[in-house]
């Protein structure tokens, strides 16, 4: 059994390493964390370390540790929420003398003992399941984490990938450990002002295509005027769902810091993370996101996306919602 081999595998190696991808989200972090806390819990004696360049919103979730990865002997790293070893944030990979992926990704690279679940909810759903399906020990700040993974990455259990499943762990982390689901949704959930006057400004002002794709290109400019951060835009595209008019939708968002234009991309029937990953990006089928440099892919990447938004509508293919 997987969870077996992961569970002594784990239990073998005295230098642990977790990591996820870069530009973190709850659920890569949330993963990452309780995963960490867990095997600490469970082998006191080991020496576990999460890597990763941290994220002030994320921070309560747990500390990241700094990683001389030349000073650890026969280290294994576990990587969470990550199909490809591109994207992995923080670690060399070929230093490590054995890896253990946990994902809920369309399958990548392989990097050694797999576990991945496309049809899993989170990263942090498999983790729970892990933990509940062997001798890893858990406790209510632990359980706090999966539930805020779990939560975030189905956007409140309303995305598809949502299933019995999720609902069962999510019930059983709550119910096994008294959660206080109030001051869960309070961290997850609670946003400045700005961001609501933001949103109404992106609905008010967002193309939407007689083929139903929805899209903004959001300049510096506009995020200065309202206050918010180029990080803002990822932070509000999952409330962009079920709206009659928009069966698929985008905010390209550019980053000054970095130059770079950063794609949030969702759907609720098309399948976009093949047009995703032809710039510079990926995801799931309904949840994708790129990074682009010019102008022009931009434009190339709207039309692709509005394109498969009319081939769909052409096939009256079913809306994921209906
Ligand atoms: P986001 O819109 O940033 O919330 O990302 C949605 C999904 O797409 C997540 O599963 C991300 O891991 C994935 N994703 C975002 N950006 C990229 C990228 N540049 N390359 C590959 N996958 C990405």
């Known amino acids: 059994m997987k969870e077996k081999n992961i569970y002594k595998t784990i239990a073998k190696y005295q230098n642990i390493v977790i990591a996820r991808h870069i530009g973190p989200d ?30 002030a919103r994320f921070r ?6 700094k990683i001389d990865e030349s000073s650890l002997e026969k ?13 992995i944030d923080g670690i060399t990979f070929n230093k490590y003398d054995k890896v253990i992926k946990i994902d809920h990704h369309p399958f990548e690279d392989k990097m050694g003992l797999e576990m991945v679940d496309e049809n899993a909810s989170s990263a942090s759903e498999i983790v729970a399941r892990l933990i509940y399906k062997t001798r ?30 999720t609902l069962e762990v999510a019930s059983k982390l ?8 109030n001051e869960i949704y309070t961290k997850l959930y609670e946003r400045p002002i700005t961001d609501i006057r933001f949103q109404s400004f992106l609905t008010l002002n967002m193309t939407i295509t007689e083929n139903g794709f929805g899209y903004m290109k959001i300049t510096s400019e506009m995020i200065k005027e309202y206050g918010v951060d180029p990080s ?23 980053d000054e810091k970095q130059e770079i234009y950063k794609v949030n991309i969702r759907s609720r029937g098309p399948v976009i993370n093949e047009v995703a990953s032809k710039y510079n990006g990926g995801g799931h089928k309904y949840a994708s996101g ?20 009319k081939i769909f509508m052409e096939n009256k293919e079913t809306i994921l919602s209906e």
């Open 26 to 55: 709850p659920d890569a972090v949330a993963s990452q964390m309780a995963l960490k806390d867990s095997i600490k819990l469970t082998f006191p004696k080991k020496n576990v370390l999460a890597a990763g360049i941290g994220v």
């Open 60 to 65: 309560y979730l747990g500390d990241l540790d």
């Open 75 to 87: 280290p294994l790293l576990i990587v969470l929420d990550v199909p490809n070893i591109s994207r």
């Open 136 to 165: 890893l020990k858990m406790n209510k700040e632990i359980a706090s984490k999966l539930y805020i993974g779990i939560a975030s990455d189905s956007d409140r259990f309303l995305v598809p990938t949502t299933t019995g499943k």
């Open 174 to 181: 709550i119910n096994d450990y008294k959660l206080d689901l």
């Open 232 to 254: 803002t835009p990822s932070n509000l595209v999952n409330n962009f769902n079920y709206i009659k008019e928009i069966i698929a939708w985008a905010f390209i968002t550019y």
């Open 290 to 309: 790129a990074r682009i440099k010019n102008e022009d892919d931009i434009d190339k990447l709207i039309y692709e996306l509005d394109e498969i938004c």
